[in-house]
């Protein structure tokens, strides 16, 4: 039987058909069984696991269903879609669901897989005042933001590790209200096994390895793979060379950051700045 080889780095389709294969197969399935089980014929499921089809979204529920995939496929196949994504995270996003370790340096703003609805929403508010994005882009923003954080509840949820600039807990995204709601949000976070959160303190300056954001995706087989963004557009990194620079500076960095129980005691005292702020108005 001739087989296709796939290659999830191809595009962010392929990606999808790769983790589509490999989840079926590892639930013991050949296509017509799975296909049985979710109504769809054999032939498109070959069709979508070669990237020959684009799947629905009606598909990807209803294989993370029958494949204990938690919403895996489906956080995918709004990357597939979404045209007010910044140019290149799709990819990422695709590589995200499968990933078993996040790792996480922001700079400016609390990174979206730790973002409050009311604090997501301020920012895709603000791109659709500006003109960059419409309601309708914002709204799909909002919907694919909702289906990554999907990871955090997952049976089995990746290891992450965040490391926030001072300036992602000082600066108050959509007003005191929705920032101490957010604050309050990543103090809770850090109840959670899988989740460590570390503040990057002003006083560190220079001694930051980092100047803009970065993340890197471990996965079981032990790969890591970097993303990072511009104005223009994201960047899937796959240079063993920059992604080892990258891990050795982040490393570096755990170091020099706040401890969580410090971070912790800074994210509480921003949050008690902001009521205090409000009761005082």
Known sequence: ??????????????????????????????????????????????????????????????????????????TMWWGLRASAL????????????????????????VPGLLQTNGYASALATASVRRGRITEAQAAERLKVLANRQQLLNRDKPPMIHAVLDESCIRRAIGGNAVMAEQLGHLAELTNRPNVIIQVS???????????????????TNRKVV??????????????????????????????EALSQTASLEMIRKAREELSDHDSLS
């Not at 223009?232 to 570096?252: F, I, L, M, Q």
Request: charged fraction near 25%; glycine fraction near 6%.
């Open 86 to 109: 910044l140019e290149g995270f799709p990819e990422h996003a695709a590589q995200e669901a499968r990933a078993a370790r996040i790792m996480v340096f922001e700079a400016n703003i």
């Open 226 to 255: 970097g993303y990072s963004e511009s104005l223009e557009r994201g960047y899937v990194v796959r240079s063993p060379r920059t992604v080892t620079a990258w891990e050795d500076d982040y490393h570096r960095l755990q170091v």
């Open 1 to 74: 039987m001739n087989r296709k080889k796939l290659d999830p780095q191809k595009s962010p389709r392929h990606a999808f058909g790769v983790r589509l294969r490999t989840s079926r197969e590892a639930a013991g399935l050949k296509q017509h069984q799975l296909g049985k089980l979710i109504g769809y014929s054999d032939t498109h499921i070959s069709a979508v696991e070669t990237a020959a089809k684009s799947p629905s979204l009606d598909f990807a529920r209803k294989c993370d269903e029958h494949l204990g995939l938690e919403a895996t496929l489906e």
């Open 201 to 219: 303190p002003f006083y560190l300056a220079e001694q930051a390895p980092f100047r803009v954001s970065m993340t890197l995706l471990g996965f």
